[in-house]
């Protein structure tokens, strides 16, 4: 299969066995084309061209809706094709790794329509689900230009239309809403009680394409630093006519859905990153090997080695926690206020933090854009700054992991959370249950199932070093972290009566406690999955685990835990993602080919995927 030259209008699909939600994102990188090949829809030159003319990614957005991406933005129960989490999760991750304007463009619709897959009626969600399929548009209006993330302080008003015949009066103005002007229909939270208050918001899903004219106008797009191309803009209303039938929910439940929502797009953010975290490691490694310094290649130097050696095992681990996140939206809800808390604060941050070490290692080519690689490094650096911001920053999400500081701690002491659904994050590959959003909860009362499933996880790491020496190194890392989370969570409880006055203690305890958390779904992961994963491509990575300990020395680094450097582990960790990057494959856990070539020389005898010649394109819904 000659990935340059796929049918315009083939949709996505997947061929067996291999797990669809891996399987379909790499079929997609191929259906995308070579991104080096300036004549590609989603190349690197183009979108370069479109960030410096700060033009919307047209194109490129239209080609992911002739592949049928955005059919995966909707429930499968609702007429769309999501039914695993983790696969839309390495979909976006892709579009991601390809330009990440072109991900924030096209995957708002997501945003957009999660509310109403929370908290709709099954009338609301059939019909958003037809607008969707029909290629609409759909945006989130939470933020207004005097509040930002404050919720509670809304003022766009919807009230009662006395004697009219429209539910509701919308006034007032959204402000930096992607896709606010180019999108069709938009989730606003609206406050429906003139006095506010947690039970005075509701969410209305708005058509603006069925309000009268001059009951709404577009505020101009707002010139960002990075995202140039995204259609950044807003909304005012001025009594626009909104039915009754509107209202996602009951009246007055729209702060509790749209926090419910966020817990879904704070998730899925972590594919942003990855992609991002993706495209940099890529440069770097390449700019190593290309580079000489001092009479020996730069990849030879120590201290080369050791930023890209530090930066990979950051990816995996990230990555790791990512896996782990997504498909607890299946396994584990009712803990997804901690899971994707943990999950938006710790993968953007680190991603930067990646980033800001490869900047080190470029140089001046980092930030300059005719030199190195057309300057895509500071294209991705500029985006990426962006996505720690989305759907509640970095105090936001610590913020809320504070608040349950109290349940943590009962929870933990007691060994409660659910293992179960743990243990079923944990294991790739393994089929996911339905998606049941009822189950998504405010606070996560039970505790968390990746916590406590941690002693468990070791006991079965400790079994395997008994057989197996080469684990040893692993085992004690893990023990080490069994004694940190103590710690921490003696912290925590220290701290768990903070909740008006929060003392910058509480937040250090916070990021301690997603340290933990991210070490910990690492652990599960490599105990539950290593057995399959070792069998494939990326099987150097998994054996003697390897990934793990050195992604257990990052986290357990980053928690000033003693004797927690493992430089040996690094230095494969480095000399395994060189292999695997030399050889056309992703740096990742899992066996994703950046090209056909390599999948058909990696021994596992996976089938190229299966993609129909033509497909009919749906009319795009303006």
């Known amino acids: 299969m000659d990935h340059t030259t796929t049918a315009p209008h083939a949709p996505l699909t997947h061929a067996a066995p291999y797990p669809a939600a891996h399987r379909l994102a790499e079929q997609l990188e191929w259906d995308l084309g070579d991104p080096d090949d300036p004549g590609t829809v989603l190349s690197h030159a183009r979108s370069l061209a479109l960030d410096e003319r700060e033009d919307f990614p047209e194109g490129p957005c239209d080609r992911l809706d002739e592949l049928g991406l955005h059919g995966f933005y909707v429930p499968a129960a609702h007429g769309g094709r999501l039914a695993d989490y983790e696969q839309l999760m390495q979909l976006m991750r892709t579009v991601a790794r390809r330009d990440l304007t072109v991900a924030v463009a096209h995957g708002k619709t997501y945003l957009g329509a999660v509310c109403v897959w929370v908290g709709g009626s099954a009338e609301q969600c059939r019909r958003l689900g037809e607008a969707v399929a029909g290629r609409a548009r759909v945006s ?10 404050d919720l509670l302080a809304g003022d766009v008003l919807a009230e009662p239309d006395a004697g009219g015949a429209a539910g509701y009066l919308l006034t007032g103005e959204k402000w930096l809403i ?3 002007t180019r999108g069709s229909l938009l989730s606003v939270l609206s406050r429906t009680d003139p006095a506010g208050g947690p039970r005075g918001y509701s969410v209305l899903l708005v058509d603006k394409r069925e309000l009268p004219a001059g009951t709404y106008r577009h505020l101009d797009k707002v010139r960002t630093h990075g995202i140039r191309g995204a259609d950044i803009s807003g909304i005012a209303f001025d009594r626009a006519p909104v039915p009754a039938g509107a209202v996602v929910g009951e009246v007055g439940g729209g702060l509790e859905t749209v926090l419910k929502a966020l817990q879904l797009t704070r998730t899925m953010c972590a594919a942003l990153s990855l992609g991002a975290a993706d495209h940099v490691l890529a440069l770097g490694l390449d700019f190593a090997a290309g580079r ?39 396994t584990l809800p009712a803990e997804l206020s901690v899971v994707s808390a943990v999950t938006k604060y710790l993968v953007p941050t680190r991603t930067e933090g990646v980033v800001t070490a490869l900047t080190r290692l470029l140089g001046a080519r980092a930030f300059l854009k005719d030199v190195y690689a057309g300057g895509r490094f500071q294209k991705v650096d500029r985006d990426h700054r962006i996505v720690g911001l989305f759907d509640g920053n970095t105090l936001v999400n610590l913020n809320s992991l504070i608040s349950q500081f109290r349940l943590l701690v009962r929870a933990f002491r007691r060994g409660a959370g659910d293992v179960g659904g743990a243990a079923a994050a944990f294991r790739l590959g393994a089929p996911l249950p339905p998606a049941d959003l009822g189950r998504l909860s405010l606070i996560a009362r039970q505790g968390s199932g990746v916590l406590a499933a941690l002693p468990g996880c070791v006991a079965r790491l400790r079994a395997l070093a008994a057989g197996d020496t080469a684990l040893v190194p692993a085992l004690r890392a893990a023990e080490r972290l ?9 912290e925590m409880a220290a701290l768990q009566d903070a909740q008006t006055e929060v003392p910058p203690a509480a ?20 105990t539950y999955s290593h057995a399959e994963a070792e069998a494939g491509a990326t099987a150097p990575l998994w054996r003697d685990a390897l990934w793990l300990r050195a992604a257990l020395a990052r986290l357990l680094g980053a928690l000033d835990v003693p004797d927690a450097a493992d430089p040996e582990a690094l230095d494969a960790v480095l000399d395994a993602v060189t292999a695997l990057h030399d050889s056309g494959r992703l740096v990742s856990l899992l066996p994703l080919s950046l ?12 089938p190229a995927p299966a993609v129909p010649a033509t497909a009919p394109a749906a009319g795009r819904a303006s």
Do not use: K
């Not at 069994?482 to 003696?490: Q, R, T, Y």
């Not at 937040?507 to 490599?526: K, Q």
């Open 140 to 149: 989130l209006a939470l933020t207004e230009r005097a509040h930002g993330s």
């Open 178 to 180: 992607n896709n606010a």
């Open 292 to 330: 000489s310094l001092y009479g020996r290649p730069l990849a030879e130097l120590p201290q080369a080695r050791r930023t890209l050696a530090e930066a990979a095992a950051d990816v995996l681990a990230d990555e790791a926690l990512a896996l782990v996140a997504a498909r607890a939206v299946q």
């Open 482 to 490: 069994v004694d940190a989370v103590e710690g921490v969570h003696a």
């Open 507 to 526: 937040f250090d305890a916070a990021r301690r406690f997603a340290l933990c958390f991210a070490a910990a779904a690492c652990v599960g992961l490599w």
């Open 595 to 606: 090209r056909p070539g390599a999948a058909a020389a990696d021994g596992t005898g996976r």
